[in-house]
């Protein structure tokens, strides 16, 4: 099926429009003093417009060759607001930062995002893209720390965020647009930029005639929605630095190995000295190309000569590699976090706070900004850190990179009575460290009225 658009050009102004020239500036005697306030506001006017980074989708629909062009529309990033996932972004986009591909099973370089497909799409609500294996389950090989503006907000059509997964941290490649706004996913998803020309093109996704879809629970479209290719172009790109630490996106590097064949216990063995909060994607089989992955490592410890023996291997030929993706930046939840002492604040976009005093480890007490207090129990604590273990993960399937997650705490707990204007009665907390004593909170508050869970996204802090 072949769908012919016509959508109305519309024109991004990137300058200030040139005014005429002011009545008060004589040919006679430009330079007056009187008029030099005047001249020096009409060179202000004439001056650019503040330098931005912006990015071109070109789209299409159905299934090459016999697809048929959308258009392109753009894009404008906000990299100073957000310049973690913009310059995720830009790196994959660009293939300036390196991505894994999980059908080489090799470090890549290229544009991650062209030839690509939107793989979901919800009218009135959002159009996916960026996965590369376009099952919905895939990225780049890496996962990367949300970063949250309180400019920044799913206020309205055409803003451009970044997908994840049910946890915090579990975001890579996948973005959306929004159809609508969707308030509901402030402060969860990352917004790094909005869609400023051609947005007839967004506007038409939500025309369910034009572009059909198959509906819950997978929401695919149709017909294929192509993203065609990528361009990042504008007057701050050549000064963004994608690799800037402050940044702290993760690092990936092929890991030396050393390799031995013990024929006596059928044992292909391999060797190589781990770092801390470094996770280690194997692959090992018959030929240079195994699918799926053997496993994946999680590891946080350093240790020389760290050992894996592959047992059953009985055959001439083996090949292995490792890569390994450096999340060291990371900080690691504090190993007493519940236990007496320790205070947790948390602190809404409006200036509300709610400090929890932890009196032991399985219990502590309440004040929240409104001046009610009270008592809670902690009904249960998880350290995502995994500071003394290793995780084996098998039989993966080639696109899986939500596996390794940056470490996460979550502390559930039950309050005495109803604390805050919406009278939260338990949370299941999660909470990512951004640093020692501060982070991001993602909890599901349980309620008494309807819908019964409250969702709550707030800062944090920690104090010993």
Known sequence: MRISLVFTPQTHISRLLHRPLSPFLSPVNPLTPALIPALTALLLLALPAKAQIYADFTVSVGTPPSNTPLGTFRAILYHEKAPRPVAAFIGLATGNRPWINPVTHKIDHTPFYDGQIFHRHIHNFVIQGGDYLAGGQGGPGFVQREQFHPDLRHDSRYILSMAKGNLPNSGGSQFFITLDPTPHLDDK?????????????????NNATLFPTTGDPDNIPVNQINLDSVVIS??????FDLFDPSLELPTIRQQTIKPLYLPDEDVFRLTWDRSPQTHYFL??????????????LYNSLAEADKIINITGVDFPNYFAQVLAIDYGYSPNPPADLVAAGPNITLNDRAGNSLSLDFTSASAGTWTHSDTSSGTFTVTGAFDGSGPNEDRIYTNLTAGTSFVALIPLFQINLNFNSPVGPKAWLNFEMILNFFDDS???????????????????????????
């Open 189 to 205: 998803h990352s917004v790094f930029g909005k869609v400023i020309t051609n947005t007839a093109i967004i506007d038409n996704f």
């Open 234 to 239: 504008g007057p701050d790109l050549a000064t």
């Open 283 to 296: 692959y090992a089989g018959q030929t240079l190309n195994p699918v799926p992955s053997l496993a994946v």
């Open 438 to 464: 501060s982070g991001w909170a993602e909890i599901k508050a349980g309620i008494a009225a309807f819908p019964f869970v409250d969702n709550v996204f707030q800062a944090f802090t920690y104090t010993p």
